[in-house]
């Protein structure tokens, strides 16, 4: 699946759209070189380093990436991958439906309240709009503690901590029904 969609929150209508690896790299280097960005592992990243990155996973039969628009501005980096060929080949046995993600809220220096719930939501919501995701794999880095806090929120479950080659991570998982019980409750 590769549309757009448009999701309703507290903070306002999301759309998610295919990212254009050409048009949206300057926006995407604002973001994962900024401090605040220091998980995605980017901070020295040159434009046209960025733009070669998301030009290989929009290229990919296994990777995919979106941009997360709010009235029409970018807030957020999705990314979906087939854990069974990227990410995490060899570090856990995949189950059919399982579908890997990351995702980035823009930098901001004013929060606002509930934001990145919202695009948690948003990015989990247009995950599981395919109907063939069962399961939302996602392994953030363990001392990102934030970003578990989030997951734990959206219904992810921790299952254990694996060694990446650039990152010792938090292996989780979240199926349809965590999701849909962890954000109507």
């Known amino acids: 699946m590769t549309t757009s969609t448009s999701t309703s929150t507290a903070v306002g209508t999301f759309t998610v759209r295919p990212l254009d690896p050409v048009e949206d790299a300057p926006v995407l280097h604002r973001w994962v070189t900024h401090p605040k960005s220091a998980f995605w592992m980017m901070q020295e990243a040159k434009l046209h ?35 069974r060929y990227v990410e995490l080949v060899g570090l856990y046995e995949p189950q059919p439906g399982d579908v890997g993600m990351h995702f980035l809220v823009a930098p901001s220096d004013t929060p606002v309240h509930g934001f990145t719930r919202a695009v948690i939501t948003t990015v989990m919501e247009h995950l599981f709009a395919d109907p063939a995701t069962e399961r939302v794999v996602v392994e953030p880095d363990v001392n990102n503690t934030a970003v578990h806090a989030l997951n734990e929120a959206v219904g992810f479950v921790p299952v254990r901590e694996i060694q990446k080659p650039e990152k010792k991570a938090l292996l989780s998982f979240c199926t349809r029904e965590q999701f849909t019980k962890a954000v109507t409750a």
Do not use: Q
Not at 49 to 54: F, N, P, S, T
Not at 60 to 66: K, L, R
């Open 49 to 83: 380093d960025v733009e070669r990155e998301y030009m290989a996973i929009v290229a990919s039969d296994h990777h995919d990436a979106f941009l997360g628009l709010l009235d029409g501005e970018p807030v957020f980096l999705m990314e979906r991958y087939d854990p």
